[in-house]
């Protein structure tokens, strides 16, 4: 049985992508939402509206795994073409690529520590230290990590948290967090006057709304799930923090192809440069990574993770607030 950096090495075969694999994924997910988006403005009934909807909000958390995936310079490296859309498709998103990139590998090379900055993920508090904490700091460590928080991240993380935060706190450093704003801005403006507000709420606002709210609430519980651990700075080791600090998703077929198998999440942090389309590959090749600390979107779970708020150094598991006070 492999472990460690072993496991890592041995999953080496894999962190290679099929470039024209790459471009069909990509561009077969840019296609579909250009259909959904038009569907929305085109056709006259409501229902199916709210259908083609539903639908770009999903397509654009597949689209989203896709960019990260380029973010990593997994798919599609050093190609103008790709470098041009997932900029663009940065922008859209409310994630230009110097606040997501930097976020993102901080969170990769971080995972788990309890004692790190909070940069990329949610913050972590120890028993120990949340009780000592003040009311407001409190109150701001609970928001952060409140469902609210997370199904509204549209307007809470990538808005304020990712653009407008960003931007105040660097404004040189982070011009593009401005532009996605003023071109968020001038969208929402132009689909109002153009095409009506009931558009725009079809259009724009609920597609971002369930893919941000969506893809946030993945991102949460793939590190925050009964089972995970946290170490310290000085106990923790990457593969370690790979394997038991990140879950698997368990997930339907549909849902897996939406998510563009970003439930793997345990391989993807063993080693992101394995392309998301070959991430179930790599699960069937390796029984080792099949022994792995799961999760599902099944309501009680989704439940489960979103009670956990605090990290008992004592017992070595994630608790509810009602355990803690």
């Given at each position: 049985?492999?472990c460690g950096k072993q496991l890592i090495l041995a999953t080496?075969?894999?962190?290679?992508?099929?470039?024209?694999?790459?471009?069909?994924?990509?561009?077969?997910?840019?296609?579909?939402?250009?259909?959904?988006?038009?569907?929305?403005?085109?056709?006259?009934?409501?229902?199916?509206?709210?259908?083609?909807?539903?639908?770009?909000?999903?397509?654009?958390?597949?689209?989203?795994?896709?960019?990260?995936?380029?973010?990593?310079?997994?798919?599609?490296?050093?190609?103008?073409?790709?470098?041009?859309?997932?900029?663009?498709?940065?922008?859209?998103?409310?994630?230009?690529?110097?606040?997501?990139?930097?976020?993102?590998?901080?969170?990769?090379?971080?995972?788990?520590?309890?004692?790190?900055?909070?940069?990329?993920?949610?913050?972590?508090?120890?028993?120990?230290?949340?009780?000592?904490?003040?009311?407001?700091?409190?109150?701001?460590?609970?928001?952060?990590?409140?469902?609210?928080?997370?199904?509204?991240?549209?307007?809470?993380?990538?808005?304020?948290?990712?653009?407008?935060?960003?931007?105040?706190?660097?404004?040189?450093?982070?011009?593009?967090?401005?532009?996605?704003?003023?071109?968020?801005?001038?969208?929402?403006?132009?689909?109002?006057?153009?095409?009506?507000?009931?558009?725009?709420?079809?259009?724009?606002?609920?597609?971002?709304?369930?893919?941000?709210?969506?893809?946030?609430?993945?991102?949460?519980?793939?590190?925050?799930?009964?089972?995970?651990?946290?170490?310290?700075?000085?106990?923790?080791?990457?593969?370690?923090?790979?394997?038991?600090?990140?879950s698997y998703m368990r997930m339907n077929s549909v849902m897996?192809?939406?998510?563009?198998?970003?439930?793997?999440?345990?391989?993807?942090?063993?080693?992101?440069?394995?392309?998301?389309?070959?991430?179930?590959?790599?699960?069937?090749?390796?029984?080792?990574?099949?022994?792995?600390?799961?999760?599902?979107?099944?309501?009680?779970?989704?439940?489960?993770?979103?009670?956990l708020k605090i990290w008992d150094v004592e017992k070595g598991?994630?608790?509810?607030?009602?355990?803690?006070?």
């Amino acid at each position: 049985m492999l472990c460690g950096k072993q496991l890592i090495l041995a999953t080496k075969p894999f962190a290679k992508e099929n470039r024209t694999r790459s471009w069909l994924h990509t561009l077969t997910t840019i296609i579909s939402l250009i259909v959904s988006f038009t569907a929305i403005i085109v056709i006259p009934y409501m229902a199916v509206k709210m259908f083609f909807s539903l639908l770009a909000g999903l397509l654009l958390v597949r689209m989203f795994v896709i960019y990260h995936d380029h973010q990593h310079h997994t798919i599609l490296a050093k190609s103008p073409a790709a470098n041009f859309i997932m900029t663009a498709f940065g922008l859209y998103m409310l994630a230009p690529t110097s606040i997501w990139k930097r976020s993102h590998d901080h969170h990769h090379n971080h995972n788990s520590k309890l004692f790190s900055a909070s940069i990329g993920s949610f913050p972590i508090a120890t028993r120990q230290k949340y009780l000592n904490m003040t009311p407001k700091e409190k109150f701001s460590y609970l928001a952060v990590r409140h469902p609210l928080t997370i199904g509204m991240s549209y307007i809470s993380m990538f808005v304020f948290g990712m653009c407008i935060s960003s931007f105040l706190s660097a404004p040189k450093k982070h011009i593009d967090a401005l532009i996605a704003l003023l071109m968020h801005a001038a969208m929402i403006t132009g689909i109002i006057f153009f095409l009506g507000w009931q558009t725009w709420l079809l259009l724009s606002f609920f597609p971002m709304l369930i893919a941000c709210g969506f893809g946030s609430y993945l991102f949460y519980a793939q590190h925050n799930f009964p089972a995970v651990t946290f170490a310290t700075n000085k106990e923790w080791a990457y593969e370690k923090a790979a394997l038991e600090s990140s879950s698997y998703m368990r997930m339907n077929s549909v849902m897996a192809w939406f998510t563009a198998n970003i439930g793997y999440h345990h391989i993807h942090h063993l080693n992101s440069k394995i392309p998301f389309y070959r991430l179930p590959e790599v699960m069937n090749h390796f029984p080792e990574l099949q022994a792995c600390k799961k999760t599902s979107l099944q309501i009680r779970e989704v439940i489960t993770c979103l009670r956990l708020k605090i990290w008992d150094v004592e017992k070595g598991k994630m608790t509810s607030l009602e355990a803690v006070v």
